[in-house]
């Protein structure tokens, strides 16, 4: 991940591995001060090719005065642990909570996107101890409903074996395939796309290793039907949606949230946005996590 303003680099190991997260400090402030008085917020990002914490660099640093806040690189992604095999559902399911234990005490508010706010219905399931809220972006498992994401064109063309790792390096990890990426799947409007964000796309995207988790997950490897989950959420939760998100619109959303109307407190299309309303309008971002925090605090 690319350098961010007052931003330190942490450390911890995982099963899988080490995984490296990211803490913002406010100017003339030490990492730690009076942390230990204030809530945890934890960001964390979608999957993608080059995905990583950056995703969230426009926005976390923003809630450092009042929270304390995590912005990890998942295993696979940014500069974190690469494995050299394919990943697993349970990659995730296991990894994420893990994350959490080590570095957070007592129940925490989570902000994730896209495929890991997917996964982070099914983990706050199984671990409902470990949460306090969440504000889930975009949330999908890209088999929603009974769709087949691994019948799709692009997904069969990346399963074929020597064909699949020719085109990563040669059409996905290359600016001209990053560009392609963040304009086709990304942003609803391509001059939002700045330099720093192809950038930091482009330098996650040619990590050592970098190719198995991005060809898992367009292969749809780690795919699944979120629509079978979310019922059995109980923890508190607020949805955001990307208006003109590609494959995965606001009628996901709402289908998603009248089948929990109890857990789920609000639902609201950030407008004139695509998948990652956090790198397209990082400020309109800030102030809807800032209304979700208010709606599951009862305000």
């Known amino acids: 991940m690319l350098k961010i303003p007052f931003v330190e680099q942490n450390r911890v190991m995982t099963k899988l591995g080490q995984m490296v997260y990211y803490i913002p400090t406010l100017p003339g402030c030490s990492v730690n001060s009076d942390l230990s008085e204030k809530a945890t917020l934890v960001f964390l990002h979608g999957f993608g090719g080059g995905s990583s914490a950056f995703e969230w660099a426009k926005v976390f640093p923003a809630f450092a005065g009042e929270y304390r806040v995590l912005a ?19 990659d995730y399911l296991s990894s994420i ?19 890991t706010a997917a996964f982070m219905v099914r983990i706050a399931i199984a671990h409902p101890q ?4 969440l504000i889930l972006m975009t949330p999908a498992g890209l088999s929603d409903f009974g769709s087949d994401y691994t019948r799709t064109p692009f997904a069969q063309i990346v399963s074929t074996p020597i064909l699949d790792k020719l085109l990563y390096s040669g059409a996905i990890a290359t600016r001209f395939g990053i560009e392609n990426f963040l304009k086709n799947r990304q942003f609803a409007d391509p001059s939002r796309i700045s330099d720093d964000i192809v950038d930091a796309y482009l330098q996650s995207a040619q990590q050592p290793h970098a190719e198995y988790t991005a060809l898992s997950f367009v292969r749809g490897d780690l795919c699944f039907d979120l629509a079978d989950y979310i019922a059995q959420l109980t923890t508190p939760t607020t949805l955001l949606w990307g208006e003109k998100a590609s494959f995965t619109g606001p009628d996901l959303g709402r289908k ?19 998948l990652t309303p956090q790198l ?20």
């Open 97 to 115: 909570p893990e994350f959490f234990r080590a570095t957070c005490e007592g129940p925490v508010t989570v902000v994730a996107s896209a495929l």
């Open 280 to 299: 397209e309008l990082p400020a309109v971002t800030i102030g809807m996590i800032q209304t979700c925090l208010k709606v599951l605090a009862g305000e």
């Open 130 to 133: 470990l949460f306090k809220s």
């Open 256 to 274: 998603l949230a009248d089948k929990n109307p109890t857990a789920i407190k609000l639902f609201e299309v950030i407008k004139s946005t695509g």
């Open 72 to 90: 990890p690189d998942l295993i696979g992604w940014g500069a974190s642990a690469h494995l050299e095999r394919n990943y697993t559902v349970d």
